[in-house]
């Protein structure tokens, strides 16, 4: 028999928490087909449906969505095994860098109610993306719990800690990676590569078709190459902050430039006014990569901060992806919280080639 004959009809999958689409978006150019996103963010509803137009999107708060209504909606079947559930919910409250912690306490345990759509739809296959934290934090996540609902309804897992950075993508963005299938006996996550290239200068700068502008840049078309405003002084502190990688040391015996809140501190943060390097993967974009005070996010050479398309690039969307949404935070944030396209294509082409080398 073909191993094109074992495999379960093509797989189609619904991407809970979908944001703008990143997952949806690489899933699709790994050939499998996804049905619907749901997400809470109405910001999110204009950049997902007009990027991906073959998949239905659900504006739903899915503590409150019930299964059977989600049912009518999407019309998939229950016990399907060519499903694949993906989860990737907000993931504020286990970011190490976040500090409103009463602010995203209700994003807390979505991963119950995730389990909630899995319990009753049983997919063949579950893929959830996520911060490291969550699996640091098990018990607490509740993650120790969905572990062991897994293990006791069939499925086989795997998961890790892993590196965008080693899945197409120019990012050190580490993620918490998991898969699971009621289908396979057994299961893996995606061997990583080391691909050099997947470095800044290989992705923006002129010579990728990003001309040069200045802070405070507005990009009215489709590529959206705009910034945000700097202030004068701000503007003072990059032109004294060495291209390729420097940083705020720079600047730090300056009296008029220097920041009262880094005086004598000048080990913690060093990141934040930093200049990204040529040479080296970008930092983890973030919701507030277009704010030079919120890392290493400022230009390596120019004196700006990162232009929405850069960030979008380095996320590894495609320049004709285009994002909408009522000011620029708006379309930041979609573009920092979405999963990199390229990653996820890693994920679903590493999954479909698992499934056809399995004995199913």
């Known amino acids: ?81 060519s499903m694949v559930f993906i989860g990737c919910s907000p993931c504020q409250y286990w970011t190490r860098i976040n500090t409103q912690k009463t602010k995203s306490t209700e994003t807390k345990n979505l991963i119950n109610e995730f389990r909630r759509f899995v319990d009753y739809f049983k997919p063949g296959f579950i893929i959830i ?25 069939g499925y086989a897992y795997a998961y890790e800690i892993i590196n965008a950075n080693h899945y197409g993508v120019p990012q050190n963005r580490k993620r918490f990676v998991l898969i699971a299938s009621r ?28 001309p040069k502008i200045e802070a405070g840049h507005t990009d009215d078309s489709s590529f959206q190459h705009s910034t945000a405003h700097l202030s004068e002084k701000n503007i003072l502190r990059l032109k004294k ?29 060093r990141d934040v006014y930093g200049r990204m390097y040529w040479n080296k993967p970008a930092p983890t974009i973030t919701t507030k990569f277009i704010r030079t005070s919120s890392g290493r996010f400022s230009h390596p050479e120019e004196h700006r901060g990162l232009s929405l398309r850069e960030g979008s690039t380095l996320q590894t969307f495609p320049i004709n992806y285009v994002f909408k949404g009522p000011n620029s935070d708006s379309i930041a944030k979609q573009i920092g919280n979405a999963v990199p396209p390229e990653m996820a294509r890693c994920i679903g082409e590493a999954l479909r080639k698992e499934i056809m080398n399995a004995d199913i």
């Open 1 to 81: 028999m073909k191993k094109e004959e074992k495999c379960p009809k093509r797989l189609q999958a619904v991407d809970f928490f979908c944001g703008a689409g990143g997952m949806t978006y690489g899933l699709k150019l790994a050939g499998i087909k996804v049905l619907a996103g749901i997400d809470i963010d109405i910001e999110c509803k204009e950049t997902y449906e007009l990027n991906n137009p073959d998949s239905l999107f659900i504006h739903a708060d899915i503590n409150r969505l019930e299964e059977h209504d989600f049912q009518k909606r999407t019309g998939i079947e229950r016990n399907d095994e």
């Open 129 to 153: 993306e996520n911060v490291p934290g969550l699996s640091k934090r098990k018990e607490e996540s509740n993650l120790d719990g969905f572990l062991e609902y897994l293990k006791a309804n």
């Open 183 to 210: 289908v396979l006996e057994s299961i893996k996550i995606p061997e990583p590569e080391n691909d050099p290239s997947l470095v800044v200068k290989n992705f923006i700068g002129v010579e990728n078709g990003f």
């Open 241 to 269: 902050t060495l291209p390729d990688g420097g940083n705020r040391w720079a600047w730090k015996d300056d009296p008029y430039l220097q920041i009262n809140a880094y005086k004598g501190k000048d080990t913690i943060f």
